[in-house]
């Protein structure tokens, strides 16, 4: 698998458990404040950490590590994701997979075979501002919907988020995203942090920023009135 990260130790990463980080590259989207332009748009030009070196630093650290979020980029790319993971799984972490959700196929085949312990799925916007959060012209929203419903139903620890964003969304658009994850079991809305790897930066655009937390609180609380666990994440 091509791995161009990898965080040893996280605290932040896998809820509830000590962990580390795998980051692989290559995107099926083009979120314009995606703050990992370098791994999603030029994964060629990024560092390659071979997989035995982080195989072995793993095996190593069996007893120590609870789990192993794999994330990207977007992870479901990778044609060896599932073989990768039965390595971990075969040392006996538990695995956090996070997915944009584009490719529901994939997902449906691996907690089928029971190789995922918990998953986070990006909810970019409400489905009238899709296509514009995720950055594709043409996309597919029906391949999203099938994901969604595939985690509610899927009998693991999942998580839906949104990275919310000044200049993307607003806050009455939480009344339908709220409505459409109708209770789910978690949905976490996470503060935008502005670096010089945004991909509208790259592009010449203007900047996004953050919304107020009294403004993120106002959207937790819109989104609450459908889904009991509603969480800000990443707000100061």
């Known amino acids: ?137 043409n996309l597919d929203l029906s391949v999203i919907e099938e994901s969604v419903e595939i985690l509610k139903s899927a009998g693991i620890p999942y998580e839906f988020r949104t990275t919310v964003v000044k200049g993307i969304h607003d806050i009455q658009e939480f009344e339908s995203i709220g409505s459409w994850l109708s209770g789910c079991r978690a949905y976490y809305l996470q503060g935008f942090q502005e670096n010089e790897n945004i991909i509208a930066l790259r592009a010449g655009a203007t900047c996004f920023s953050a919304f107020a937390p009294k403004d993120m609180e106002s959207m937790a609380e819109i989104a609450r009135k459908y889904i009991d666990k509603v969480i800000l994440r990443g707000v100061e």
């Open 1 to 137: 698998m091509e791995i161009h990260g990898f965080n040893k130790t996280t605290l932040l990463d896998y809820p509830e458990y000590v962990a580390a980080t795998v980051f692989t590259g290559g995107c099926n989207f083009r979120c314009p404040f995606c703050h990992n332009a370098g791994l999603v748009m030029e994964p060629k030009r990024q560092q390659l950490i071979p997989e035995g070196e982080v195989l072995a630093h793993l095996q190593k650290r069996q007893g120590i590590l609870d789990g192993v979020c794999i994330t990207g980029g977007e992870p479901t790319l990778q044609r060896d994701l599932k073989d990768f993971i039965k390595k971990l799984k075969d040392m006996g972490y538990l695995v956090k997979l996070d997915t944009n959700g584009y490719r529901p196929q994939v997902l449906r085949e691996l907690l089928s075979e029971e190789m995922l312990d918990y998953v986070a799925m990006d909810i970019k916007a409400s489905r009238e501002k899709y296509a514009l959060a995720a950055g594709v012209s």
